[in-house]
């Protein structure tokens, strides 16, 4: 190394012991940690990158930008690793790995808090419990809410409380120039309305956020399960239903297979519908009170496999169902699709897909943010999150063997395949942006696409940071 050579900041190289391990195990899904491992370095997507630093402090991190800029190496940031398509994993450059950023600041009579991106969002929840405050927390505990909000984050009571991006007030950033600022929708705007939703296309690296908390609702879940045959009823009833609740009022419905958690292979009914009601409210009589015009009309016909009516859930427990449908260790395919089409006439291809499915751990969730409002729903203009529509469908594939991988690949395809005609955009954090890159495009609204990355060539114009997985955009 020459006295002019940049000295790079202490971490691991590829080949050293333990380099590797270190990239996989920061990786929720075992599919994308193996497919990264064999593929070759620089192209820029998948395969190991060149290092990976373990920054502590704002400082290791402006060493960190200014050492990537003046080597011409680029950079990828991981805050929890729970990206679908381990977005932080590229084939060149430097992984930047925040697990040590998990700091977690509350300030009770002020109802605000701020965090670091490596928090997870099961230990946010508990801290947040335990202070009788709550937040829009993603539906799974394991993520880090820097990749959860930056995507903009679909947490829980999303039609009332709004995605978790709203209620980020400020965020603190190392930017390519190694320049720490903090952003607010009136300093450093352009920053702050990227970070609200640009994903892991975010030119920066945020070491805080702000948020602006909610007081501890009362929450009370009622669920209901049916034979997958009868999935065309019981979303007629659910569509119907749920037009008569409140915002308030959390709906979901989930086409499951015999391995789901509690599901056995030799069960007269081994697919299933499932439908699922959260309403968070003042007390426990409102919360009860909101959730009865589902609960009351239930068509007689319907065949009831199980039914739970208005138990208490505490908030801090929310996760746990959720967490159960993500095995650790299995391997995972995700994608989302929007919809301007009601739930009944959504999810219609579901049944016949849901038989051919090749894993019985794999499910299709359908969201209706606000309960059929969504369309109509978010603030215009004011963070780079804004596509919303009347219902979204999500696909999760889940499997084990890697002799499987083929099969349960092409399943994803014949999915998309019956619902791209009729969808209207994606949902960025949990789409298929590796296989399918025109996704990210189509994850915000036509008049936001053209600012997102107008924004991004304005604040990265070396395109130091990696970006979306599969773009090929460098200076």
């Known amino acids: ?94 992984l930047v790995d925040l697990s040590a950023f998990d700091r977690v600041t509350l300030d009770v009579p002020a109802r605000t808090a701020t965090v670091g991106p490596a928090v997870r969002g099961a230990q946010l929840s508990r801290l947040l419990t335990a202070a009788g405050l709550a937040f829009p927390v993603g539906h799974c505990g394991n993520p880090g809410i820097g990749g959860f909000l930056l995507g903009g984050g679909l947490g829980v009571n999303w039609g009332h409380w709004l995605p978790a991006c709203f209620s980020v007030t400020r965020v603190r950033v190392v930017t390519p120039e190694g320049s720490v600022i903090d952003a607010t929708a009136s300093e450093n705007s352009e920053w702050f309305w990227l970070a609200r939703g640009a994903g892991p296309g975010f030119p920066g690296i945020v070491t805080e956020f702000d948020l602006a908390l909610q007081p501890m609702p009362a929450i009370r879940v009622s669920t209901w399960q049916f034979p997958l045959a009868e999935l065309d009823a019981v979303a007629a009833w659910t569509t119907d239903a749920s037009a008569r609740l409140p915002s308030n009022v959390e709906v979901s419905l989930v086409t499951a297979g015999a391995e789901r958690p509690g599901g056995h292979a030799d069960d007269p009914h081994p697919l299933v519908v499932g439908v699922a009601a959260t309403a968070f409210a003042a007390d426990d009589a409102q919360a009860t009170a909101a959730l009865e015009p589902l609960g009351a009309s239930v068509p007689p016909e319907l065949t009831v496999l199980g039914r739970l009516d208005a138990v208490p859930v505490a908030f801090d427990d929310l996760h746990v169902a959720v967490d159960a449908t993500y095995p650790e260790g299995a391997r995972y395919l995700a994608d989302t699709f929007w919809t301007d089409l009601d739930l009944r006439d959504a999810i219609a ?113 070396t395109g130091l940071f990696h970006g979306y997985p599969g773009e090929t955009r460098r200076a």
Request: no cysteine; proline share 6%.
């Open 349 to 461: 291809p579901l049944a016949a897909l849901m038989e051919r499915a090749p894993s019985g751990k794999s499910y299709v969730l359908a969201g209706m943010p606000a309960n059929g409002h969504g369309a109509e729903l978010l603030p215009r203009g004011e963070a780079a999150y804004g596509l919303h529509d009347r219902t979204l469908l999500i696909v999760y594939v889940v499997w084990d063997d890697p002799a499987d991988d083929a099969a349960n690949r092409a399943w994803l395809d014949e999915v998309a395949d019956a619902l791209l005609p009729t969808t209207t955009g994606h949902f960025l954090s949990e789409s298929d942006i590796r296989h399918s890159p025109s996704r990210v495009a189509r994850s915000f609204t036509y008049a936001d696409r053209d600012r997102v990355e107008q924004l991004r060539a304005e604040l990265d114009p």
């Open 1 to 94: 190394m020459s006295a002019h050579d940049p000295e790079r900041p202490a971490g691991l190289e590829r080949g050293d012991p333990g380099f590797s391990a270190a990239v996989a195990d920061g990786v929720f899904n075992a599919l994308d940690a193996a497919l990264g491992s064999a593929t070759a370095k620089g192209d820029g997507v998948l395969g190991e990158p060149d290092a990976i630093v373990f920054p502590e402090t704002e400082a290791d991190l402006v060493e960190i930008v200014r050492y990537a800029s003046e080597s011409g190496q680029r950079l990828a940031v991981r805050s929890g690793g729970h990206s679908w398509v381990a977005s932080s994993v590229r084939g060149d450059g430097i």
